[in-house]
């Protein structure tokens, strides 16, 4: 599965078959928005994504939204692969969940801050089992 472009017109690889990408740019920013909206209802963001998109507009705060999930993503791949070696470095997986807490902090993702807190307690006390748990929860 990829994406691939030819003379304007997206494409998604699936099987060796191309199939032409409907959905342009503003639709998936409204269903990004949606997304937003859905997770500030729920308690996922807290106000100062509010801030945020009032402060900057929110095409950047799309933006700064969409950073953030990819960032977060990647960091939580680095820990899931970490604790799968045979002997743990605690100090990258405190590393990986203090990049997550700084921007959660900046979308005011409180529920995640308070997980990665846990989480980085556990490195400290280099429990395997304590990040294991904390992980599946984040």
């Known amino acids: 599965l990829s994406s691939s472009s030819f003379t304007n017109q997206h494409f998604l690889i699936f099987s060796q078959e191309l199939i032409p990408i ?6 998936l920013q409204m269903q990004f928005l949606d997304l937003a909206r859905s997770l500030l209802a729920e308690g ?5 994504f ?5 402060t900057v507009g929110q095409s950047l705060a799309i933006d700064v939204l969409n950073n953030y999930l990819g960032a977060s993503e990647a960091s939580l791949t680095a820990i899931t692969q970490e604790l799968e070696q045979p002997k743990v470095d605690f100090d990258k997986l405190n590393l990986y969940a203090h990049r997550i807490k700084g921007g959660s902090l900046c979308i005011g993702a409180q529920k995640i801050i308070d997980i990665c807190l846990e989480f980085q307690r556990c490195c400290q006390e280099k429990t395997r089992q304590g990040c294991l748990r904390y992980l599946h929860i984040l």
């Open 22 to 27: 409907t959905m342009d740019v503003r639709q």
């Open 44 to 48: 996922g963001l807290g106000e100062q």
């Open 50 to 54: 509010k801030k945020v998109q009032s």
